[in-house]
């Protein structure tokens, strides 16, 4: 580790030590040697044949899901503009 010295910030002439933490340069790095897979971040050749679909897949699931969401959320506005709608027309009556 490395020391660096930095001034006080209570402005009393004093100087502090200060020890910084070593960076880390990759994600790889952080893993030790011993614990890394053999073949680094590569997939195998016999799984890259089905992760394009199941990449396809899982992007149709979530458009799907997000379409879905937006049409139950129009819907319940619309509903909610009726409800006010009808009450405004009953308000307007009795008055």
Same mark, same amino acid.
């Given at each position: 580790?490395? @020391?660096?010295i930095?001034p006080? &910030?209570?402005?009393?002439?004093?100087?502090?030590?200060?020890?910084? @933490?070593?960076?880390?340069?990759?994600?790889?790095? /952080?893993? &030790? *040697?011993? *614990?890394? /897979? &053999?073949?680094g971040?590569?997939?195998? &050749?016999e799984? #890259? #044949?089905?992760?394009?679909?199941? *990449?396809?897949?899982?992007?149709?699931?979530?458009?799907?899901?997000?379409t879905?969401?937006?049409? @139950?959320?129009?819907? /319940?506005? *619309?509903?909610?503009?009726?409800?006010?709608? #009808?009450?405004?027309?009953? /308000?307007?009556r009795?008055?």
């Open positions: 580790m490395k @020391v660096c930095r006080n &910030p209570e402005g009393s002439g004093n100087w502090r030590p200060i020890t910084l @933490v070593p960076r880390i340069r990759s994600p790889a790095s /952080a893993v &030790p *040697r011993s *614990r890394r /897979a &053999p073949h971040l590569r997939t195998r &050749p799984i #890259d #044949d089905w992760l394009t679909p199941l *990449r396809l897949v899982g992007m149709a699931f979530l458009f799907t899901a997000i879905l969401a937006l049409t @139950v959320i129009i819907e /319940a506005l *619309r509903t909610q503009a009726g409800f006010l709608v #009808d009450f405004y027309q009953r /308000a307007c009795q008055a």
